[in-house]
């Protein structure tokens, strides 16, 4: 540094006649000088007014400058400011020493006024450098620190985004393939349907015409007997009546099966509307039963229903159907998993259920729903990722780890609601979502067409 800054040099010695030299030298050089006779008096006046420079007594009565140095270092306040040892001894231990407790520089009695104002001026010099690149360090600091906020938003926002793609791309997939195939059931259903009805009524007069023939003519021969006997006439008559029904209900249940497809795959608007939570369910129980019944390595999983009075709910309905499918499709596989190793008794010992349970909150009014299993159970790390966009449990080729991601924003983002799990090991799981039953702006709610049943 230059000289004539003012900069402020704090001279500690208990020697009046070292101190006054002192002081008119260095403040003929330019320099504002501060006077301490002790160490205790140098401490307290440093803290108080921060000079730029310490110039040192080693020995002087009471605490020496030894110690007087290393308080100063341990305190937060002034533990920056340089400190340059002035003494007669020149033993180099001693020299070591006051370096080590944290001095800058080292003079030896008598002072060379040149050489004192040499090293005062490099040390300044030096303090006035680390000041400006401890400045720095902190702005660039701040920078990479805002740059690191930045780039994990922007990081946040394109993870968001793909979730949002993957999410739309797959559901219109599955909206396209489930109204397609629903579109082609209808037709043959339909027209299977529409003639069991008079078909049913053709073979009841058909079967009463026959059994008027019966009554006028006991005796139709011995050709007509055998081919009766052949036939087996009495079980026909018995039966034909029951695969006719069999048939009604198996169109009915198509006629299920389409219905729950439409529901599932149908298309959110850009707003949202009264929707019936327990139709929705039960239509993603339907698409899903083929999971669900008994096969030759398991019986039927059981499905609990706890119904609760639930109200319309505002919302989107065609993305909830994305997140009841997800918690019960990892319903059924955590079940499936912990079947391994078991025999099909011991599975039956233990029946693998699925329960599902909905009621309203009050006073929160939002309504709750749970899918809880009594598979194997998660630990706390498990539980700790869940959420977590690529993290799953399954192997390689049996999950994307972006279901539970994906349906976290849909019931968090795109509802304002919570999606939250509790498990233990052994103990199954419990996911509970709750979403509120209005919308804020009642002005956004498209009215629905689902009545609640």
Known sequence: METGQKETVLIVDDSPININVLFEFLKQSGYKVLVAISGESAIEKAQKTLPDIILLDVIMLGIDGFETC????????????????????????????GLRLGAVDYLTKPLQKEELLARIQLHLKV?????RLAEQNEILEQKVAERTAKLSQSLKELQQAQLQL??????????QLMAGIAHEINNPVNFISGNI???????KNLLQHLQLYREAFPNPGKEIEEHAEDIDLEYLIEDLPKMI????????????ISSSMRVFSRKDTSVKVACNIHECIDSTLIILKHRLKESNKRPAIEV????????LVCCFPGQLNQVFMNLIANAIDALEESNQGQ???QIKANQN????????????ETVAIYVKDNGIGMSEEVLSQLFDQLFTTKPVGKGTGLGLSISQQIVVEKHQGKLSCTSAPGQGAEFAIEIPINQPDDSEIAPGRLQNS
């Open 70 to 97: 290393r308080m100063l270092k341990e305190s937060a306040v002034t533990e920056d400011i340089p400190v340059i040892f002035m003494t007669a001894l020149s033993d180099a231990v001693d020299k070591v020493k």
């Open 127 to 131: 303090r006035s450098m680390s000041k």
């Open 166 to 175: 993957v999410q739309k791309e797959k559901m219109s997939a599955i909206g």
């Open 197 to 203: 009805s008079p078909t049913h009524t053709y073979v």
């Open 245 to 256: 029904e069999s048939l009604k209900e198996g169109t009915d249940r198509l006629r299920q």
């Open 304 to 311: 609990v229903k706890e119904y609760g009075d639930l109200p």
């Open 343 to 345: 025999t099909y008794q």
């Open 353 to 364: 259920r699925i329960t599902i349970r909905t009621s309203v909150v009050k006073p929160k």
